[in-house]
Each structure stands twice: as C-alpha cells, then as structure tokens.
C-alpha cells in the first residue's frame, strides 16, 4: 500500500511537469506606459564628472510565470539619487509586462549606489536605467 502511494504521487508530479511542458496557450502581457516626470532642477546622472556607480546591485528576479513559457522582456524605471546615495521615488516607465515591472521595483528598492560627483561633491540627480530580462 506504502509502495502504491509512493508511486501515485511520484506519477502525479511527472504527469503535472508533462502539461506544464505541452502546454502552449498563450501568456496575455500588460505593457506599461507611464509619463514620468523628471524632478525639476536635477540633472542626469550621465551628465556628472563622476555618474551614479553601483555599489550593491542583486539582479531582479525574473517572474516565473513568464520563465515558465519563455517570455522574454524589458523594463525602464527613474529614480533620484540624493547626495547621500539613497534611492528615492523609484518609477517605472515603461514595461513589457506589470510582472517585469514589480520585479525591477523590487530589487531597485534593495539596491546601495555612490552618489554621482560635480567639482569633487557629491549632488542629487536622476537616473533612467532599462533592464532586459532574457533567458539564458
């Protein structure tokens, strides 16, 4: 009887990784397209001397439910970074699906960076950085 339910659940998990794999239906994508205003004042991080550099960047996670059909896709936040380094108001603006998004807004939220530089201080800017997602 062990035996029999043993084997049951073991064919239960391979006939569900078997319709995981045939099946084809289509995944529906919600693009995302925002105007996102760049705070007044500020310039662009790539128009310093010394642009924002990373100090502590994870990767976003890549949505499992587009890894699982193979979807690949992109997505652009703008954040302010303040003379300190923090990251503040990060924004999508643009996504190829809302999944991408909250991924990248996820792990924006974690991320350490240097301050961009202007004469040897540090100043507050904005930076626009696009991230694809691709699966290897």
Do not use: H
């Amino acid at each position: 009887m062990l035996c029999g339910c043993r084997f049951e659940s073991a064919f239960n998990r391979f006939g569900d990784q078997l319709l995981e794999q045939m099946d084809n239906t289509p995944v529906e994508l919600v693009e995302i397209r925002n105007k996102v205003e760049i705070p007044d004042g500020l310039p662009s991080s790539e128009e310093l001397q010394v642009p924002v550099q990373p100090l502590e960047t994870p990767p976003a996670d890549y949505p499992e439910r587009l890894r699982k059909k193979s979807v690949e896709g992109k997505a652009t936040v703008l954040f302010v970074v303040d003379s300190t380094g923090a990251l503040l108001n990060p924004q999508i603006e643009y996504a190829t699906d809302t999944s991408f998004a909250q991924s990248l807004l996820k792990a924006v939220q974690s991320w350490r960076v240097a301050p961009g530089q202007d004469d040897g201080r540090p100043v507050s800017c904005y930076k626009r950085l696009t991230i694809d997602f691709a699966l290897k």
